[in-house]
């Protein structure tokens, strides 16, 4: 007969005891059988307000899941890409860092937009700086009709212009080759189509503070110039290092040796932003990437802005792309949903040298308050023009995987570039082999945690989800499985990036897509009820209809059930099932 512990606390810290273990590897739980029942006496006060009870259990279960004999009813709302991906390589194949690809020209059409989603592209980003809204609105009605016909489940995220003043264009589609020592007009003149040696400012003043001699280095180094006259706005440039010219090039100017601060003193969002923003909430997309954010009160008027305006829940991240926005990074994460560090404009701004640690630094303090965040910039960038990365852009993919980023991202390698689902293949595998050789060789790496809960549930909660990782990752169970209404609990336990995926069972689709960036997270959608059981033996019970568990498959399910006038208790639970 089990045996039921329980212990009344004051803290939800006890819960940890859960977790602990003198040993780090599987364990067999086939002749086990125990249940562990902990309960919070916890804060009177707020329990009298709320007329609640909160009650946390940790169960081991393992006489299994024996087959409802009632008939299946719903469906099992998992993409066809993990489907497919867990039938050929089990729970420990899946890759859990998530993959991000801007559309353009290159990868617009039905066709390619399927190839890049069967590639394992989890969020299709659209660059405002480029194309039409006719334009992406066709992209985004492309993305959510393979969606609801085939099957997938890729996310939208817009990503605003902001103040274009450092942004040149030469009007072509793709990228142009500069040859040293070729002279080129730099102009805030309008006109249509393209001019040879010719490119188009988007900022009127853009040539303001810059002096003859000056260097106008072209997106971080592709091609460099040397300002050899200046005609009213107009700048005449000599190329002095040859390279590349991409679509709507950012420029920096620098005077022996130091970057030439300007302060325009323009607001974050420029008018155009705003039309793109509504244009974005009128189409329903899941993310905004908000560009040149350098404090946290940019991106608090558009969350208040989205929560006026927007019938859906649209998550808000913010680009690290100045040194004014380290200096602000910290409250910069804490009011975003989640960050994008632009390395390319970054690495304009501080030291190369500087960047790699910077990363980490980024990286550290979005897991430590439960944010997203992606590694973006010129991960793949010699794929543009060749069909193979060179073996420095593969370490650096793995370097950032090895830091525990959310999400790598492809630009320029997927808008524009001729090898666009190669370089997506490259990502995927890169990305794959890293965690599993993370997993073989133990390094896992552990998370000085950061409180996030304020109230007594909160922490539960937030504790709750610190032990079942750590519990999953001693008893060395296939899978986690969570049940969430708004992807919190997901989230908190993505935060400790367990060795098995998880499996997060919601019946909210805004919520579905917003996971689509969270790591090891698989996003299904299924009809929930209130009762915890019944949600536990309908999913596993799809599952197994569709073969993606088998007999002996051992999951750890953490549940979180609110209260309801049938049973007026927060009821809490990790619970470990061995499935028969």
């Not at 070729?182 to 900022?203: D, H, K, M, N």
């Amino acid at each position: 007969m089990a045996t039921v512990l329980k212990s009344m606390a004051t803290s939800a810290r006890n819960l940890s005891l859960l977790g602990q273990s003198s040993y780090h590897h599987s364990v067999d739980l086939s002749n086990r059988v125990s249940n562990l029942g902990f309960c919070f006496k916890g804060d009177e006060k707020w329990k009298r307000k709320h007329r609640v009870k909160v009650r946390a259990i940790a169960e081991v279960d393992v006489e299994g899941l024996k087959r409802s004999s009632v008939a299946l009813e719903g469906s099992l709302g998992l993409d066809m890409v993990s489907e497919g991906e867990l039938m050929v390589k089990g729970f420990r194949g899946l890759r859990k860092t998530k993959l991000v690809c801007t559309v353009g020209p290159a990868c617009s059409s039905l066709e390619d937009l399927e190839k890049m989603a069967l590639g394992g592209m989890n969020v299709a980003r659209l660059n405002m700086c480029h194309g039409s809204r006719e334009w992406h609105r066709d992209v985004i009605r492309k993305i959510k009709k393979l969606n609801e016909e085939k099957g997938f489940a890729v996310s939208v995220m817009i990503d605003t212009e902001g103040s274009q003043i450092h942004v040149v264009d030469h009007g072509a589609a793709s990228s142009v080759k500069v040859e040293e020592d070729s002279i080129w007009l730099f102009t805030a003149e309008r006109f249509e189509g393209t001019r040879p040696l010719t490119v188009q400012a988007s900022y009127p003043g853009f040539s303001e503070g810059i002096e003859v001699g000056d260097e106008l280095v072209i997106d971080g180094g592709m091609s460099c110039f040397v300002v050899i006259e200046k005609t009213g706005n107009d700048l005449h440039c000599k190329c002095i290092d040859a390279g590349l010219f991409l679509p709507g090039a950012k420029f920096s100017s620098w005077r022996d040796g130091k970057l030439v601060r300007r302060n325009y003193k323009l607001p974050t969002l420029s008018t155009k932003d705003w039309a793109d923003i509504n244009f974005g909430i009128a189409e329903g997309v899941d993310f905004f990437a908000l560009s040149f954010v350098n404090h946290a009160d940019s991106v608090k008027d558009l969350k208040n802005y989205l929560s006026g305006k927007s019938t859906k829940p649209i998550k808000v991240l913010a680009k690290i792309e100045s040194l004014e926005s380290l200096h602000n990074l910290e409250e910069i994460v804490k009011a975003s949903d989640g960050i994008m560090v632009a390395r390319g404009d970054l690495g304009v701004e501080i030291p190369l040298e500087q960047i790699p640690t910077v990363q980490e630094d980024i990286i550290r303090i979005c897991r430590q308050q439960n944010k997203s965040v992606i590694v973006a910039s010129q991960l793949l960038e010699s794929m543009v023009e060749y069909p193979t990365p060179t073996r420095a852009e593969v370490a650096d993919i793995s370097e950032a995987v090895r830091q525990y980023a959310d999400a790598l991202m492809l630009s320029g390698e997927s808008a524009i570039g001729s090898f666009g689902q190669k370089a997506l293949a490259v990502l995927d595998m890169t990305s794959s082999r890293m965690e599993s050789w993370s997993r073989e060789e133990n390094r896992q790496s552990l998370l000085n945690h950061h409180k996030l809960g304020a109230s007594l549930p909160d922490c539960i909660t937030e504790q709750i989800c610190n032990c079942a990782v750590e519990m999953a990752n001693n008893l060395g169970v296939d899978a986690i499985f969570v049940y969430t209404k708004h992807g919190h609990m997901a989230s908190l336990l993505s935060r400790n990036r367990p060795d098995p995926p998880i499996f997060a069972f919601t019946d909210d689709e805004n919520t579905r897509m917003a996971l689509n960036l969270q790591w090891g997270v698989v996003p299904l959608l299924v009809d929930l009820s209130d009762e915890a059981e019944s949600n536990i033996s309908k999913s596993v019970d799809l599952m197994k209809s569709k073969g993606l568990i088998n007999k002996g498959d051992v999951v750890l399910v953490v549940s979180d059930v609110a209260p309801t006038r049938t049973t007026p208790m927060a009821l809490q639970s990790i619970q470990v099932k061995t499935i028969i």
